[in-house]
């Protein structure tokens, strides 16, 4: 068991930044890649970024290439999401996941354990 909690959302501007962090505790952090997944209302959880239990490599939805950056810390059991030259449409609540089962990082279904969300509003 993992248990996930996100923090560092809020009401911004676009343009301005945040960073999001999501505090793992239970088995070992470092067994687990992680991925960032966010719903925006009346919408599919998607796919954000995702980043390997070593932290050597990294993933990307097209949407946020060049402007988002993933990174862990396996010594603090945290995952970061870095969020520059933010848009109203990135506009959602952002969830961090442990991924468990050997397929894509980008399939919601290789993530088990899940945050229970941080809300990130982008106004114009």
């Known amino acids: 068991q993992v248990q996930l909690v996100e923090s560092g959302g809020g009401l911004v501007q676009a343009g301005d930044s945040l960073r999001l962090s999501c505090a793992a505790s239970?088995?070992?952090?470092?067994?687990?890649?992680m991925g960032w997944f966010r719903q925006a209302p009346g919408k599919e959880r998607e796919f954000v970024a995702a980043i390997s239990w070593s932290g050597g490599t990294t993933y990307y939805a097209d949407s946020v290439k060049g402007r988002f950056t993933i990174s862990r810390d396996n010594a603090k059991n945290t995952v970061y999401l870095q969020m520059n030259s933010l848009k109203p449409e990135d506009t959602a609540v952002y969830y961090c996941?442990?991924?468990?089962?050997?397929?894509?990082?980008?399939?919601?279904?290789?993530?088990?354990?899940w945050g229970q969300g941080t809300q990130v509003t982008v106004s114009s």
């Open positions: 239970g088995r070992s952090f470092s067994d687990y890649g």
């Open positions: 996941a442990a991924r468990t089962v050997g397929i894509s990082y980008y399939y919601r279904s290789a993530y088990a354990y």
